[in-house]
């Protein structure tokens, strides 16, 4: 029953996966290999940006401020969290951009998992 127990640090972890610690890009054997569902642990600094926005999203995603500042754009609507524990949802099909306003951290909850889609290397995700 144990093996079904993961406990990690998700600052640690997603350091070393742009962010991200759980998903379809997990190896099969690692419980945080998931196909239906991604994670991601955001620790963003003043003044950083989504390099592009994401258009024709084909997920529904979910972010929670966890500390800081953050503003989340969508066409003709900014959205600003700015207490812990604020959060946006938006579904599929909507264009999005971010900015970290202050140093911030965001929790990003993404469904499903879609194989092949990543955010070109020159952008942050």
């Known amino acids: 029953m144990s093996e079904n127990v993961y406990v990690g640090d998700a600052p ?3 350091a ?3 962010g991200w ?9 690692d419980p945080r290999h998931n196909e239906a569902v ?3 642990w955001g620790v963003h ?3 950083d940006r989504r390099a592009a926005w994401v258009r ?3 997920r529904q995603a979910l972010l929670v401020l ?6 989340m754009e969508f066409p003709g609507r900014d959205v600003v969290l700015s207490e812990q524990g604020q959060y946006v949802i938006w579904g599929k ?8 306003e202050e140093p911030s951290v965001v929790m990003t909850v993404r469904w499903p998992s879609v194989p092949g889609y990543r955010v070109p290397e020159t952008a942050a995700g």
């Open 12 to 14: 640690t972890e997603a």
């Open 56 to 58: 024709g999203e084909e």
């Open 66 to 71: 966890v500390s800081g500042r953050f503003r």
């Open 38 to 40: 991604e994670i991601k």
């Open 45 to 47: 600094e003043a003044g």
């Open 21 to 29: 610690i759980m998903g379809h890009f997990k190896a099969p054997d």
């Open 93 to 100: 099909g909507v264009d999005h951009s971010w900015e970290a």
């Open 16 to 18: 070393l996966d742009a």
